[in-house]
Protein backbone atom coordinates (compact mmCIF):
# COMPACT_ATOMS: atom_id res chain seq x y z
CA UNK A 1 0.00 0.00 0.00
CA UNK A 2 1.18 3.06 -1.10
CA UNK A 3 0.74 6.29 1.41
CA UNK A 4 -0.24 9.28 -0.59
CA UNK A 5 1.00 12.74 1.20
CA UNK A 6 -2.42 14.79 0.83
CA UNK A 7 -4.25 11.67 3.15
CA UNK A 8 -0.99 11.93 5.45
CA UNK A 9 -1.72 15.80 5.16
CA UNK A 10 -5.61 15.33 5.92
CA UNK A 11 -4.99 12.48 8.70
CA UNK A 12 -2.51 14.78 10.93
CA UNK A 13 -5.07 17.92 10.32
CA UNK A 14 -8.14 15.99 11.57
CA UNK A 15 -5.44 14.65 14.88
CA UNK A 16 -4.91 18.34 15.19
CA UNK A 17 -8.54 19.25 15.44
CA UNK A 18 -9.76 16.72 17.66
CA UNK A 19 -6.60 16.90 19.81
CA UNK A 20 -7.47 20.67 19.98
CA UNK A 21 -11.17 20.52 20.81
CA UNK A 22 -10.61 18.19 23.41
CA UNK A 23 -7.81 20.02 25.26
CA UNK A 24 -9.76 24.03 24.81
CA UNK A 25 -13.03 23.26 24.51
CA UNK A 26 -13.46 21.58 28.41
CA UNK A 27 -10.70 24.62 29.21
CA UNK A 28 -13.71 27.39 27.80
CA UNK A 29 -10.55 29.21 26.72
CA UNK A 30 -8.01 29.24 23.85
CA UNK A 31 -5.88 31.92 26.35
CA UNK A 32 -3.59 28.34 27.50
CA UNK A 33 0.15 28.43 26.87
CA UNK A 34 0.70 24.54 28.37
CA UNK A 35 -2.04 23.54 26.04
CA UNK A 36 -0.43 25.47 22.89
CA UNK A 37 2.82 24.42 23.91
CA UNK A 38 1.57 20.42 24.34
CA UNK A 39 -0.16 20.57 21.16
CA UNK A 40 2.92 22.25 19.42
CA UNK A 41 5.36 19.50 20.44
CA UNK A 42 3.08 16.63 20.00
CA UNK A 43 1.73 17.96 16.64
CA UNK A 44 5.61 18.57 15.53
CA UNK A 45 6.69 15.20 16.32
CA UNK A 46 3.70 13.17 14.95
CA UNK A 47 4.86 15.96 11.85
CA UNK A 48 8.31 15.47 11.57
CA UNK A 49 8.04 11.51 12.48
CA UNK A 50 5.34 10.73 9.60
CA UNK A 51 7.78 13.18 7.13
CA UNK A 52 10.65 10.73 8.12
CA UNK A 53 8.99 7.05 7.63
CA UNK A 54 7.54 8.57 4.39
CA UNK A 55 10.98 8.88 3.07
CA UNK A 56 12.57 5.95 4.93
CA UNK A 57 9.88 3.44 6.25
CA UNK A 58 6.79 3.73 3.73
CA UNK A 59 5.75 0.06 4.37
CA UNK A 60 5.24 0.70 8.20
CA UNK A 61 3.48 4.46 7.64
CA UNK A 62 1.32 2.45 5.58
CA UNK A 63 0.82 -0.05 8.19
CA UNK A 64 0.39 2.59 10.59
CA UNK A 65 -2.18 4.49 8.51
CA UNK A 66 -4.14 0.75 8.09
CA UNK A 67 -3.98 -1.58 10.68
CA UNK A 68 -6.30 -0.35 13.20
CA UNK A 69 -9.58 -2.68 11.65
CA UNK A 70 -7.46 -4.91 9.28
CA UNK A 71 -9.45 -8.37 9.17
CA UNK A 72 -6.87 -10.19 10.82
CA UNK A 73 -6.83 -7.86 13.84
CA UNK A 74 -7.89 -9.72 17.19
CA UNK A 75 -11.40 -8.86 17.74
CA UNK A 76 -10.43 -8.46 21.50
CA UNK A 77 -8.29 -5.47 20.76
CA UNK A 78 -10.53 -3.88 18.72
CA UNK A 79 -12.61 -3.12 21.55
CA UNK A 80 -9.80 -2.50 23.42
CA UNK A 81 -8.50 -0.24 21.07
CA UNK A 82 -12.15 1.76 21.46
CA UNK A 83 -11.91 1.61 25.62
CA UNK A 84 -8.21 3.01 25.71
CA UNK A 85 -8.62 6.15 23.06
CA UNK A 86 -11.99 6.96 25.46
CA UNK A 87 -10.06 6.72 27.91
CA UNK A 88 -7.16 8.37 27.02
CA UNK A 89 -9.36 11.48 25.68
CA UNK A 90 -11.21 11.71 28.55
CA UNK A 91 -8.15 12.48 30.65
CA UNK A 92 -6.90 15.14 28.45
CA UNK A 93 -10.27 16.89 29.20
CA UNK A 94 -10.20 16.16 32.56
CA UNK A 95 -6.76 18.34 32.55
CA UNK A 96 -8.39 20.91 30.84
CA UNK A 97 -10.90 21.30 33.30
CA UNK A 98 -8.54 20.89 36.56
CA UNK A 99 -5.95 23.27 35.21
CA UNK A 100 -8.10 26.43 33.44
CA UNK A 101 -11.83 26.26 33.52
CA UNK A 102 -11.68 25.23 37.77
CA UNK A 103 -8.06 25.46 38.12
CA UNK A 104 -8.24 22.58 41.00
CA UNK A 105 -4.17 22.26 40.91
CA UNK A 106 -1.88 24.90 41.11
CA UNK A 107 1.07 22.88 39.77
CA UNK A 108 4.84 25.06 39.54
CA UNK A 109 6.21 25.99 36.65
CA UNK A 110 9.43 24.43 36.89
CA UNK A 111 7.30 21.63 37.32
CA UNK A 112 6.01 21.99 33.82
CA UNK A 113 8.82 22.58 32.55
CA UNK A 114 10.09 19.10 33.76
CA UNK A 115 6.83 18.24 32.15
CA UNK A 116 8.25 19.38 28.61
CA UNK A 117 11.38 17.70 28.95
CA UNK A 118 9.85 14.11 30.11
CA UNK A 119 7.44 14.67 26.92
CA UNK A 120 10.75 15.72 24.31
CA UNK A 121 12.33 12.54 26.17
CA UNK A 122 9.27 10.09 25.92
CA UNK A 123 9.56 11.03 21.76
CA UNK A 124 12.94 10.20 21.40
CA UNK A 125 12.24 6.78 23.02
CA UNK A 126 8.88 6.80 20.32
CA UNK A 127 11.33 7.50 17.81
CA UNK A 128 14.08 4.82 18.78
CA UNK A 129 11.06 2.29 18.88
CA UNK A 130 9.93 3.13 15.32
CA UNK A 131 13.43 3.60 13.50
CA UNK A 132 14.07 -0.18 14.71
CA UNK A 133 10.79 -2.02 14.79
CA UNK A 134 9.52 -2.19 11.04
CA UNK A 135 6.22 -4.39 11.67
CA UNK A 136 5.02 -1.74 14.75
CA UNK A 137 1.09 -2.08 13.76
CA UNK A 138 -1.03 -0.34 16.11
CA UNK A 139 -3.14 -3.24 15.71
CA UNK A 140 -2.77 -6.79 17.53
CA UNK A 141 -2.34 -8.72 14.38
CA UNK A 142 0.69 -11.10 12.71
CA UNK A 143 1.82 -8.86 9.50
CA UNK A 144 2.13 -12.76 7.55
CA UNK A 145 1.96 -10.65 4.16
CA UNK A 146 5.59 -8.74 5.28
CA UNK A 147 6.77 -11.34 6.70
CA UNK A 148 7.19 -10.64 10.47
CA UNK A 149 9.75 -11.67 12.33
CA UNK A 150 10.83 -10.84 16.07
CA UNK A 151 12.89 -7.67 16.91
CA UNK A 152 15.29 -7.74 19.53
CA UNK A 153 17.69 -4.43 18.68
CA UNK A 154 17.38 -1.06 19.98
CA UNK A 155 15.34 -0.58 22.59
CA UNK A 156 13.83 -4.07 22.78
CA UNK A 157 17.26 -5.31 23.59
CA UNK A 158 15.94 -3.53 27.30
CA UNK A 159 12.35 -4.28 27.39
CA UNK A 160 10.07 -6.15 25.09
CA UNK A 161 7.43 -3.37 24.54
CA UNK A 162 9.26 -0.32 24.11
CA UNK A 163 6.15 1.86 22.60
CA UNK A 164 4.15 1.44 25.82
CA UNK A 165 7.12 2.25 27.93
CA UNK A 166 7.57 5.47 25.62
CA UNK A 167 3.64 5.61 26.28
CA UNK A 168 3.62 6.12 29.88
CA UNK A 169 6.65 8.30 30.17
CA UNK A 170 4.43 10.45 27.32
CA UNK A 171 1.33 10.22 29.81
CA UNK A 172 3.54 11.59 32.95
CA UNK A 173 4.63 14.78 30.60
CA UNK A 174 1.60 15.32 29.49
CA UNK A 175 0.63 15.59 33.01
CA UNK A 176 2.82 17.75 34.52
CA UNK A 177 3.34 20.02 31.47
CA UNK A 178 -0.60 20.58 31.52
CA UNK A 179 -0.41 21.44 35.34
CA UNK A 180 -3.07 18.85 36.37
CA UNK A 181 -2.11 16.82 39.50
CA UNK A 182 -5.46 15.18 38.96
CA UNK A 183 -3.88 14.33 35.23
CA UNK A 184 -1.25 12.95 37.24
CA UNK A 185 -3.49 10.59 39.54
CA UNK A 186 -4.78 8.99 36.39
CA UNK A 187 -1.33 8.11 34.90
CA UNK A 188 -1.48 4.92 36.53
CA UNK A 189 -4.81 4.10 35.32
CA UNK A 190 -3.71 4.75 31.56
CA UNK A 191 -0.57 2.78 32.40
CA UNK A 192 -2.07 0.21 33.60
CA UNK A 193 -4.42 -0.29 30.27
CA UNK A 194 -1.30 -0.55 28.01
CA UNK A 195 0.38 -2.53 30.18
CA UNK A 196 -2.77 -5.04 30.37
CA UNK A 197 -2.81 -4.81 26.08
CA UNK A 198 0.90 -5.87 26.38
CA UNK A 199 0.28 -9.12 28.26
CA UNK A 200 -2.98 -10.18 26.00
CA UNK A 201 -0.34 -9.05 22.83
CA UNK A 202 2.58 -11.54 23.96
CA UNK A 203 -0.02 -14.20 24.29
CA UNK A 204 -0.82 -13.93 20.47
CA UNK A 205 2.58 -13.69 19.72
CA UNK A 206 4.02 -16.62 21.63
CA UNK A 207 1.24 -18.74 19.21
CA UNK A 208 1.95 -16.94 16.36
CA UNK A 209 5.07 -15.19 15.85
CA UNK A 210 8.23 -17.98 15.89
CA UNK A 211 11.04 -17.07 17.81
CA UNK A 212 9.32 -15.04 20.22
CA UNK A 213 9.18 -17.09 22.65
CA UNK A 214 12.84 -17.61 22.75
CA UNK A 215 13.07 -13.51 22.77
CA UNK A 216 10.94 -13.99 26.31
CA UNK A 217 13.04 -16.01 27.39
CA UNK A 218 16.07 -13.49 26.62
CA UNK A 219 14.62 -10.18 27.66
CA UNK A 220 12.75 -10.59 30.50
CA UNK A 221 10.95 -7.06 31.49
CA UNK A 222 7.89 -5.57 29.44
CA UNK A 223 8.17 -1.88 30.22
CA UNK A 224 10.40 -1.23 33.08
CA UNK A 225 13.90 -2.66 32.98
CA UNK A 226 14.61 -5.13 36.05
CA UNK A 227 10.85 -4.10 37.64
CA UNK A 228 8.52 -5.64 34.96
Request: glycine content about 10%.
Amino acid sequence: MKVKVGQLVTRIAGMAGVFGLVLFLPAGTIDWWAGWAFLILFLGFVIVLSAWLLRYNPDLLAERMSGIGHPDQKTWDKVYLVWTGFAFFAWLALMSLDAVRFRWSHVPRWFQGAGALILLGSFYLFFLTFRENTYLSPAVRIQKERGQTVVSTGPYRYVRHPMYAAFALMTVGTALLLGSWYGLSGVPILIGMVARRAVLEEQVLRQELAGYCAYEARVRFRLVPYIW
